[in-house]
């Protein structure tokens, strides 16, 4: 089983960036998914979830209007769209899939919001 995310990097104040999760050695259809964050010496932060069919969406509150989720079934990939970023919003992100009781973490990708 893996999560292998992409698409991090360094990005200016108010620029954007799109993360990309790919999952293998699991059904990726059956699974819930979400982007979590980190900055250290904090809790991993949820930033945003997607059902499984991909109908139904949810973000915190420091990301809505700004973020968007969301997935491809048939690629395995679940994505991440990040606009109008904030340096608080520099953070490792991580992809997290979950059903029936499993949970798989990705390694995470960094992201750098900075002048």
């Given at each position: 089983?893996?999560?292998v995310e992409s698409g991090g990097g360094l990005v200016q104040p108010g620029g954007s960036l799109t993360l990309s999760c790919v999952a293998s050695g699991f059904?990726?259809?059956d699974y819930h998914m979400r982007w979590y964050r980190?900055?250290?010496g904090k809790e991993r932060e949820l930033v945003?979830?997607?059902a499984s069919t991909g109908s139904g969406t949810n973000y915190a509150d420091s990301v809505k209007g700004r973020f968007t989720i969301s997935r491809d079934?048939?690629?395995n990939t679940v994505y991440l769209?990040?606009?109008s970023l904030k340096p608080d919003d520099t953070a490792v992100y991580y992809c997290y899939a979950q059903a029936w009781g499993n949970v798989y973490w990705g390694r995470g990708t960094?992201?750098?919001v900075s002048s």
């Open positions: 089983v893996q999560l059904t990726f259809s980190q900055v250290p945003a979830t997607i079934n048939a690629r769209q990040m606009n960094q992201v750098t």
